[in-house]
């Protein structure tokens, strides 16, 4: 019976060991790499993003600065060219007058308008006279001329402190010599305008 029993035991061992013999041993478990932490990758594709931005950031900047002078120049250029329009204009009278004519008031009203577009002008109106007459009388006449430019541009709706008149009488003629023709273009108010920051 013992020998039976050994028998057994010796059958069950052989057995046992023949099994885990058998079997294919698992592999050691190890741990898989492990991916780049979220930061690392960040730091891996922001870094060559973050380097054009900068290279863009010059560019747009030059852009920016070449747009910027271009509008500056097309501004003075548009502000010259309204101002070269302004001083061109003479408002002429009649002899001895301080009226506005007909012709006179159109022009007044264009010139009006100009400056209700463009705030920031201001003006200043010089009144003439042709050489007849005494020095104080066609001073007090250039004053008056210019005074009624002034007013006119005023019921316009041209703020009075945007101008200022003053009379240059008979010294400051615009045509030389003592014919009718020279007179009359003496007799006359013009601008001369000023930019306001």
Same mark, same amino acid.
């Given at each position: 019976?013992?020998?039976k029993?050994f028998?057994?035991a010796? *059958?069950? $061992?052989? *057995? /046992?060991?023949?099994?885990? &013999? ?5 592999? =050691? ?6 991916? =780049? ?10 870094? =060559? ?5 900068? *290279?863009?950031? #010059? ?6 600065a070449?747009?910027?002078?271009e509008?500056l !120049?097309? !501004?003075?250029? %548009? ?9 061109? @204009?003479d ?5 001895d %007058? +301080?009226?506005?004519?007909?012709? &006179? ?6 010139? &009006?308008?100009?400056?209700?577009? @463009? ?10 006279? #042709?050489? %007849? /007459?005494?020095e104080?009388?066609?001073f007090?006449? /250039? ?6 430019v002034?007013?006119?541009l005023a ?5 009075a402190?945007?101008? !200022? +008149?003053? +009379? ?10 003592e $014919?009718?023709?020279?007179? $009359? ?6 601008? %001369? *305008?000023?930019?306001r #920051?």
């Open positions: 019976m013992m020998n029993l028998k057994i010796l *059958v069950a $061992s052989v *057995v /046992g060991f023949a099994l885990t &013999a058998c079997t294919t041993p698992e592999p =050691p478990k190890t741990e898989p790499e492990a991916a =780049p932490a979220p930061e690392a990758a960040a730091v891996q594709t922001e870094a =060559p993003a973050a380097e054009q931005p900068v *290279v863009n950031a #010059d560019s747009l900047a030059a852009a920016k070449k747009e910027e002078a509008r !120049e097309a !501004e003075r250029a %548009r502000l010259e060219a309204l101002i070269n329009q302004i001083m061109s @204009e408002v002429y009278f009649d002899f %007058r +301080s009226e506005l004519t007909e012709k &006179a008031k159109e022009l007044l009203a264009q010139v &009006a308008e100009l400056l209700i577009k @463009e705030t920031r002008f201001s003006i200043t109106i010089e009144g003439h006279t #042709d050489a %007849r /007459g005494t104080d009388y066609n007090t006449l /250039g004053a008056k001329r210019a005074m009624k002034k007013e006119f019921a316009y709706g041209i703020d402190k945007r101008m !200022e +008149s003053v +009379s240059y009488g008979k010294e400051a003629p615009k045509a030389a010599g $014919s009718e023709e020279a007179y $009359s273009q003496n007799r006359r108010a013009n601008f %001369r *305008v000023n930019i #920051d």
